[in-house]
């Protein structure tokens, strides 16, 4: 079982940058497939990025591509999100999440996942 705990959220200016953590417990992180989710307000949740076992391959959403960048360190049990050039739109409670399994077809998928953080959340003002 993996118990995760996001932080770094905050209240920011449309064009400023944040960096989101999600430490794990546990002694097999590095066997789970880490990925980030939002969620905003009347909305469903959605997959923002995902990244394999050992970091080496990472996925993104078409929105946040080339603006936001996952990784990990495994010797920390520890998931980041680097967000840049924040946008109003950005704004939502963030999550990370671990699974045990990756399907190249489903990753987006939240269902996928077996292990949720608490959320953390980000404001972009305008």
């Known amino acids: 079982q993996v118990q995760l705990v996001e932080s770094g959220g905050g209240l920011v200016q449309a064009g400023d940058s944040l960096n989101l953590s999600c430490a794990a417990s546990?002694?097999?992180?590095?066997?789970?497939?880490m990925g980030w989710f939002r969620q905003a307000p009347g909305k469903e949740r959605e997959f923002v990025a995902a990244?394999?076992?050992?970091?080496?391959?990472?996925y993104y959403a078409d929105s946040v591509k080339g603006r936001f960048t996952i990784s990990r360190d495994n010797a920390k049990n520890t998931v980041y999100l680097q967000l840049n050039s924040l946008k109003p739109e950005d704004t939502a409670v963030y999550y990370c999440?671990?699974?045990?399994?990756?399907?190249?077809?489903?990753?987006?998928?939240?269902?996928?996942?077996?292990?949720w953080g608490q959320g953390t959340q980000v404001t972009v003002s305008s």
């Open positions: 990244t394999s076992w050992s970091g080496s391959n990472t």
């Open positions: 546990g002694r097999t992180f590095s066997s789970y497939v």
């Open positions: 999440a671990a699974s045990q399994y990756f399907s190249r077809t489903r990753y987006i998928w939240p269902s996928e996942y077996d292990y």
